[in-house]
T-cell receptor, first 117, second 115 residues
Framework: AQTVTQSQPEMSVQEAETVTLSCTYD???????LFWYKQPPSRQMILVIR??????QNATENRFSVNFQKAAKSFSLKISDSQLGDAAMYFC??????????????FGQGTILTVHP | GAGVSQSPSNKVTEKGKDVELRCDPI?????LYWYRQSLGQGLEFLIY????????KSGLPSDRFSAERTGGSVSTLTIQRTQQEDSAVYLC?????????????FGQGTRLTVV
């Protein structure tokens, strides 16, 4: 079974600064998908960014980018130019290849991000 | 509606009572998932539906938990004889399919408190 570990229960950053959230995972599969979700106080999970394991290029979405190290099984999220609206709980998630495990997500424990003005 | 809708938003129940939680997925989404999020924890998979059938019930914690989906749309998660350890946020998600990169859209969850 796959496991996802987020070793930082809490992180904080000053507005406009950069912060990196860590995530490691364990799997015996060679092809898989990784995601970062954001959960604000409204509780609704919002997809921030996704990465296909077969792609060497790191995914980017505006101020959000990942550092995907497949050999190390590491998938960190970098938030640049942090904004107050980025404050939330962030979850790293793993998904097996298409159709296997029925597409269910395996989540890490989450990291609470605080943004200071 | 445009997104995944869950009701009620909050539910307080007495220990031993039964509760029903409802999920209305995005129209056309065939895959539907239930997850449980205990206080300060990550999300724990409960059950998956493809259409009306549930190929994967492996995450249901006990036989007090059951779920059904009718018409390939609305799903209901039922917890019988609730216990205090059932207190959590129950999140529902839906997606167009189960391909690995398919985005799962989540509802806002139901916060269940068992007193």
């Amino acid at each position: 079974a796959q496991t996802v570990t987020q070793s930082q229960p809490e992180m904080s950053v000053q507005e406009a600064e950069t912060v990196t959230l860590s995530c490691t995972y364990d799997t015996s599969e060679s092809d898989y998908y990784l995601f970062w979700y954001k959960q604000p106080p409204s509780r609704q999970m919002i997809l921030v960014i996704r990465q296909e394991a077969y792609k060497q290029q790191n995914a980017t979405e505006n101020r959000f980018s990942v550092n995907f190290q497949k050999a190390a099984k590491s998938f960190s999220l970098k938030i640049s130019d942090s904004q107050l609206g980025d404050a939330a709980m962030y979850f790293c998630a793993y998904r097996s290849p298409g159709g296997t495990s029925y597409g269910k997500l395996t989540f890490g424990q989450g990291t609470i991000l605080t943004v200071h003005p | 509606g445009a997104g995944v809708s869950q009701s009620p938003s909050n539910k307080v129940t007495e220990k031993g009572k039964d509760v029903e939680l409802r999920c209305d997925p995005i129209s056309g989404h065939t895959a539907l998932y239930w997850y449980r999020q205990s206080l300060g924890q990550g999300l724990e998979f409960l059950i998956y539906f493809q259409g009306n059938s549930a190929p994967d019930k492996s995450g249901l914690p006990s036989d007090r938990f059951s779920a059904e989906r009718t018409g390939g749309s609305v799903s209901t998660l039922t917890i019988q004889r609730t216990q205090q350890e059932d207190s959590a946020v129950y999140l529902c998600a839906s997606s167009l399919g189960v391909r690995g990169n398919t985005e799962a859209f989540f509802g806002q969850g139901t916060r269940l408190t068992v007193v």
